[in-house]
């Protein structure tokens, strides 16, 4: 039996055409923005990967069905939806076999985009190894599936609430190309500059195209992470963030949040605690992320 694929038109012909296609994730619209800017970002990001080329698959589950690609009227179903799954690797089957409505994260994105061929997936920021791991031992599921899943990750970094040098140590022992582009800094989300050197730096779509293709030809396991810092005009300093961050960790602690709610917790409070500036500059590095995984999917398209 083969995988529950259901193709939105347009994708479909585009995968029949061989044309470049860049998959998208579904819960920076139903957890990771408030309503209605993540319908705004979600429609923005689509035109993007449009203006630059390629063809947008945003990716969801939905009615027993894993979507590659959704329509207007799916995406506002997601973004008001109260009661949307944030489906990881452990639960996607899960909700497929029940029917229920759920929203990919990178990891689910992921194996959906590679079940769907698609090589190429733009997102804001993956998840990491969260502040304080050594006793909460939260590390997100997507730096496993970046070890496993064949599909070229674009994002502005790991997000600024994390520990970012665990998470680079993370990725380095699960044998995950981490990739900055264009400068040799890992970028972090809301900022360009995070003090950490990053693994490799490449400065082409070209390059990140041919190296995709090289893991391939060593039938190497797992995916690229690239690095794409956030567009200097749209940057927060980090430390005017550090502050903000420390202050909806404490929050969050406090509260007793944990598991899969810390991530959608502390970006809500930030957006808060920053008068919508975090939300601004995750829109536009979104979009900056978007326009890079349309270069590299059409480089991708192209015979070598
Ligand atoms: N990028 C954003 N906003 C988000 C996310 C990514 O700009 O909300 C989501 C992705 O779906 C990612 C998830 O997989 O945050 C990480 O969640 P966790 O830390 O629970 O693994
Ligand atoms: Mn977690």
């Not at 590390?139 to 064949?150: N, W």
């Not at 899969?260 to 601004?280: H, M």
Request: proline fraction near 6%.
């Amino acid at each position: 039996m083969s995988a529950p694929l259901s193709f939105a038109p347009e994708v479909a012909q585009a995968r029949a055409d061989g044309a470049p296609i860049v998959a998208l994730e579904s819960t920076i619209i139903s957890h990771g923005f408030p309503y209605p800017q993540n319908v705004e970002m979600a429609a923005k990001v689509e035109a993007e990967v449009r203006a630059a080329g390629a063809i947008p698959a945003t990716i969801a589950v939905m009615g027993g069905h894993l979507k590659i690609g959704l329509s207007e009227a799916e995406v506002e179903a997601l973004a008001k939806g109260r009661d949307i799954a944030k489906l990881s690797r452990a639960d996607l089957a899960a909700c497929l076999a029940s029917g229920a409505t759920g929203a990919t994260t990178v990891a689910a994105t992921m194996i959906a985009a590679h079940l769907a061929g698609i090589a190429v997936f733009a997102t804001g920021g993956i998840g990491g190894v969260h502040k304080g791991a050594e006793t909460s031992f939260d590390i997100s599921a997507d730096l496993r599936e970046l070890s496993e899943t064949p599909v070229t990750v674009v994002a502005a970094g790991a997000k600024a609430i994390l520990d970012l040098p665990k998470t680079l140590e993370v990725l380095e022992t699960l044998g995950v190309p981490v990739i900055a582009y264009g400068q040799d800094e890992f970028p972090a989300f809301w900022s360009q500059s995070s003090d950490l050197a990053a693994p490799l730096r490449m400065d082409r779509p070209e390059q990140i195209a041919a190296s995709h293709r090289m893991r391939a030809q060593l039938a190497l396991p797992g995916g690229q992470l690239v690095a794409n810092p956030i567009p200097a005009a749209a940057e927060i300093p980090s430390d005017h963030l550090a502050p903000l961050i420390a202050q909806a960790q404490g929050e969050a602690a406090a509260a007793g949040i944990h598991g899969k709610s810390v991530t959608p917790f502390l970006l809500q409070r930030l957006f808060e605690l920053s008068q919508g500036r975090t939300l601004e500059a995750n829109i536009a590095l979104v979009l900056n992320n978007a326009r890079l995984g349309a270069q590299i999917a059409t480089a991708l398209a192209q015979t070598p």
